[in-house]
C-alpha cells in the first residue's frame, strides 16, 4: 500500500514538473507553484464563461495556493482522479495561456463526447471510437502539436455524427414507452383511490399495498419529452443529452415497475373486497340499516360483483364512515349447534350419520352466506 502510494505521489509530481517545466522533468520546487498561478492569472481574462473550463482552473487555484509543493501534490491527489488527468488540466491552461480560441474549441469537442454516456455493452463500437478519441484528443497532444487541432476536430464531428441518430431512436423509444405508462397510470385511478380509501378503514384491516401506492404517485410524475425530432436534432449539434429530459443512452423506462406496481394495487383491492365480502357484506345483509340508504344496495351488488368502479362511486366519505361505525361493533357470531338442534333435537347411534351431515351443511351454507368466513358461538349477552 506504502509503496503504491509513493508510486501515485510520483506520478503527480511529474505531471506537474512536466507541463509546467517545458517537457524537462526536473524536481519541482516552490518556484513552480508561483509560475502556476501566474499562467492562471492570465488564463483568467481568456477563459470567458465556459463552465468547465472555469472548474478546472478553480482546481488549480486551489493547488497553486497551497503552502508548499507537497502540500499541492496532496491537493492535486484529492482533486484529480487521476494523475494523467491532472497533466491534461495543466496543459489546458498552458493551452489558454497560448490561443484562448483553439483551446476553447477543442474543449467544446472534448466536453462533448465525454458527456455523452455510450454503454459498452450495448454500442460497443461507439463506445470503444469515443474512448479513443478521449485518450488521443488531448490538451498535452495539442500543446505539442498545435497543427494537429483540424483534425481531432473534425473526428470528433464524425463521431457526433454517428452517436446523433443513435440517440435519436433510442430516446424515441424510450419516451414512447413512457407515453405508455402514462395511459396506464391514468386508467388506474379510480383503482388507486378505492384502494386508498379502504385503506383507511383500519378496523377492516392492516392497510395493503403501501409502498406500491407511493411508488403509484411517483410514477404520476413522469412525462414524455416534448421535444419533437426536429428540435431534438438541432439541439443535439451542441449538447449530447436532451435538456428537455435528459435521457441517456442505457437509461431503461420504468415499464416493469410500472406493470408491477399496477399489479400490485390490482391484489391489494382484491384482497379489500373479500375482506368487505367477508366482514361487511354479511352484517349488512343480516342488520340493513336506514343508514345506509339507496346505497346499501349498490355496495353490496358491487362488491359481489366485483364491480371497482360502481364500488368507488358507493364509498364517498359518509358510506365509508358508516362501514367504520359498522365494523367497530362486535362481529356476530352464528350459533351453529342451535340450528342442528332444530332439525336433531337429540343424537343417537341411529341418527348420528345423518346429524353431522346436517351440521356440514349447516356450516356450508352459513360460510356462504357470510362471504366465506364466519364466526361461531353464543352471542354473549349484555351486561
Not at 177 to 183: F, K, M, P
Request: aromatic share 6%.
Amino acid at each position: 500500500m506504502t509503496s503504491d502510494f509513493v508510486a501515485r505521489s510520483r506520478q503527480f509530481q511529474d505531471a506537474l514538473t512536466e507541463a509546467l517545466g517545458n517537457g524537462a522533468k526536473t524536481d519541482a520546487d516552490a518556484g513552480i507553484l508561483a509560475s502556476l498561478a501566474q499562467l492562471l492569472t492570465r488564463t483568467r481574462t481568456v477563459a470567458g464563461n465556459h463552465t468547465h473550463v472555469i472548474e478546472a482552473l478553480d482546481a488549480l487555484d486551489s493547488i497553486a495556493a497551497s503552502s508548499d509543493v507537497g502540500a499541492a501534490l496532496s491537493e492535486a491527489a484529492a482533486l484529480f482522479e487521476s494523475p494523467q488527468l491532472f497533466r491534461d488540466t495543466l496543459y489546458l491552461a498552458r493551452c489558454l495561456d497560448r490561443d484562448a480560441a483553439s483551446t476553447l474549441d477543442m474543449m467544446n469537442a472534448r466536453g462533448y463526447v465525454a458527456g455523452a454516456v455510450v454503454p459498452v455493452a450495448t454500442y460497443p463500437d461507439l463506445a470503444s471510437s469515443q474512448v479513443s478519441w478521449l485518450d488521443t484528443a488531448t490538451f498535452a497532444r495539442l500543446w505539442q502539436e498545435s497543427s494537429g487541432l483540424a483534425s481531432m476536430l473534425e473526428s470528433a464531428d464524425l463521431w457526433r455524427r454517428e452517436y446523433v441518430p443513435v440517440y435519436q431512436v433510442a430516446h424515441t423509444a424510450y419516451n414512447e414507452a413512457v407515453a405508455t405508462i402514462i395511459q396506464d397510470v391514468d386508467a388506474q385511478q379510480t383503482q388507486v383511490e378505492l384502494l386508498e380509501n379502504l385503506n383507511r378503514l383500519r378496523k377492516l384491516g392492516p392497510p395493503l399495498m403501501e409502498l406500491e401506492l407511493i411508488k403509484f404517485h411517483e410514477l404520476e410524475q413522469s412525462f414524455a419529452c416534448p421535444a419533437n425530432a426536429e428540435h431534438l436534432a438541432e439541439a443535439l449539434q451542441s449538447d449530447p443529452i436532451c435538456a428537455e429530459c435528459g435521457f441517456r443512452l442505457g437509461d431503461i423506462s420504468p415499464t416493469s415497475d410500472a406493470q408491477r406496481v399496477i399489479h400490485a394495487i390490482e391484489r391489494g383491492l382484491g384482497m379489500q373486497q373479500l375482506r368487505l365480502a367477508q366482514r361487511v357484506v354479511p352484517r349488512l345483509v343480516a342488520n340493513p340499516s336506514r343508514r345506509a340508504g339507496d346505497n346499501l344496495d349498490r355496495f353490496i351488488q358491487a362488491v359481489q360483483g366485483d364491480d371497482t368502479a360502481e364500488l368507488a362511486r358507493v364509498l364517498d366519505e359518509g358510506f365509508l364512515g358508516f362501514i367504520d361505525d359498522l365494523l367497530d361493533a362486535p362481529e356476530p357470531r352464528v350459533n351453529l349447534i342451535e340450528r342442528l338442534s332444530r332439525e336433531h333435537p337429540e343424537l343417537t347411534t341411529d341418527n348420528l350419520e345423518s346429524a353431522v351431515e346436517s351440521f356440514r351443511r349447516i356450516a356450508a351454507d352459513e360460510v356462504a352466506r357470510g362471504g366465506g368466513r364466519v364466526r361461531i358461538g353464543v352471542e354473549e349477552e349484555p351486561e
